[in-house]
């Protein structure tokens, strides 16, 4: 049965339960509208047998509000993580604001890692949770937001200035104006697909069966079959290595269309096939974190200078950080997560921007230490800021061109240059040079103190290329 649309929806840890317990109580305690507020709490609204995803899945879809209580333990829950990922497919940048991070807990209570908050709530305004002596102005605060009333400013009632009850003054927030905004999301849209995939009997199980220091155009292993969208007997392929003899079967990729696990396995190729392409720019991927980063040119690295590109308006922007001459320090590295989505009958490239650290241009920052730089140099970031990292990654990834172009046997796989959009009927006014930010200079890589500009397509391949044993 189909549930009533809920006020708050809340996102927890189990660990976590009794303050969602509490929280969800003296929501539903409070009045609004002539009615009291609604709370969905997994242990509240989901009844023995129901259908658990589909119960979430309802109650995510119709939830004003989505309140996720971060901690370490919560944002390693792969059932937390699927909650948040539906909610910020929409809307990644939150800007109907339909998101409330609730802040828990800092560290892990086995481990005690410190927390790592997710790249896209990192830059969210949240509410302080972490001390139980500051619950009831938390509360307040929420509940604020959730009647619509702007925060509590703490005006007190009947003891002065030295005594009394904290009596939160709400005024009505004033509403956005009606007037039609245009909306940037982090998708490139992919233009045209492979039409064709090369599969044959593989010799091998494993890539770690693979010649050490060979490099390998893209390619999986499904089922005792090697996939890839580059033909295994062309002239001076490395595959024909890896495959048996016998005949390569043409596979049209429209028919796979309509199999779930063979289209599965055609996402993942084109993932895979991303990563190759994106060696060949000096785009380095950690396959512990799933990650793609900007790393300096050797001699920029010997030097430590810093890795610009001129993009936007033309202004010259830093995309790998070089420590202070003098001050030592990390490497920081413009990064992200990229990946293919397949989002019901097109597929998108999404971007979702983050920062990367080093010690010496190459060698990641250990855990701790990079977690607590990333929340610093993520913590203050606004939507301008999340959006111009955006357009940067999409200008670097199409190369200065008007599209991004990947050159395969089995046809060309090309993506747009700029973001997908839509559009809002109501408008927040923030002061965006958006037409700057759309305004692309071609993209040239530029050394310090070097006049000689170098296009990405010009760019050494060094450390590139597809599956390459003992690589980066």
Not at 96 to 113: G, M
Not at 333 to 361: K, N, Q, V, Y
Request: overall charge neutral.
């Amino acid at each position: 049965m189909s549930l009533d649309p809920k006020d708050l929806f809340i996102c927890h840890s189990s660990l976590d339960k009794e303050l969602a317990r509490r929280v969800g109580g003296d929501v539903e305690a409070t009045d609004w509208n002539g009615r009291k507020l609604t709370v969905f709490l997994d242990e509240w609204d989901i009844g023995v047998g129901e259908n658990i995803v589909l119960k979430i899945n309802d109650a995510l879809g119709k939830a004003r509000f989505v309140a996720v209580m971060l901690s370490p333990e919560m944002v390693a829950s792969d059932w937390c993580r699927a909650e948040l990922s539906a909610v910020l497919y929409k809307d990644p940048s939150n800007r109907t604001a339909r998101v409330i991070p609730l802040r828990v807990r800092d560290h892990h209570q086995e481990t005690k890692a410190p927390i790592e908050i997710p790249a896209l709530l990192g830059p969210l305004n949240y509410i302080d949770f972490r001390r139980k002596e500051e619950y009831a102005r938390s509360i307040a605060r929420l509940l604020a937001t959730l009647r619509g009333e702007a925060p509590p400013r703490g005006r007190r009632s009947g003891g002065g200035s030295s005594g009394g009850t904290i009596v939160p003054a709400l005024p009505a927030r004033e509403d956005p104006d009606d007037v039609p905004e245009a909306l940037l999301s982090n998708l490139l849209s992919v233009t045209r697909s492979p039409s064709t995939l090369f599969a044959a009997r593989s010799r091998i199980t494993s890539k770690k069966e693979l010649t050490k220091g060979t490099h390998y155009p893209p390619f999986i292993l499904k089922e005792g079959r090697l996939l890839s969208f580059f033909d295994p007997l062309r002239a001076g392929s490395t595959l024909k290595e890896v495959v048996e003899s016998g005949p390569v079967e043409r596979v049209p990729v429209v028919d796979w269309r309509s199999d779930v696990d063979h289209w599965r396995w055609v996402v993942e190729l084109l993932n895979e096939t991303l990563r190759w392409h994106l060696g060949s720019l000096k785009i380095r991927f950690d396959r512990d974190r799933r990650r793609y980063y900007f790393v300096p040119f050797a001699e920029q690295r010997l030097r430590k200078q810093s890795r610009y590109v001129r993009w936007g308006s033309g202004t010259k922007r830093w995309v790998v950080r070089a420590p202070d001459e003098g001050k030592g320090g990390s490497w920081i590295h413009h990064a992200a997560e990229l990946r293919f989505h397949d989002f019901g009958d097109r597929l998108f490239l999404s971007i979702d921007p983050l920062f990367m650290f080093t010690t010496d241009g190459l060698e990641l920052v250990p855990g701790d230490r990079a977690r607590s730089l990333a929340m610093q140099w993520t913590a203050r970031e606004r939507n301008a800021a999340i959006l111009a990292r955006v357009l940067l990654w999409a200008d670097a990834l199409a190369q200065g061109r008007s599209e991004g172009i990947i050159q395969l046997d089995g046809g060309d796989l090309t993506f747009s240059r700029l973001p997908g959009t839509g559009q809002s009927p109501v408008s927040i006014h923030e002061r965006v040079a958006i037409r700057a930010l759309l305004t692309f200079a071609d993209a040239e890589v530029v050394a310090d103190g070097d006049p000689n500009a170098v296009t990405f397509e010009e760019l050494p391949i060094a450390d590139a290329g597809g599956t390459v044993v003992d690589a980066l």
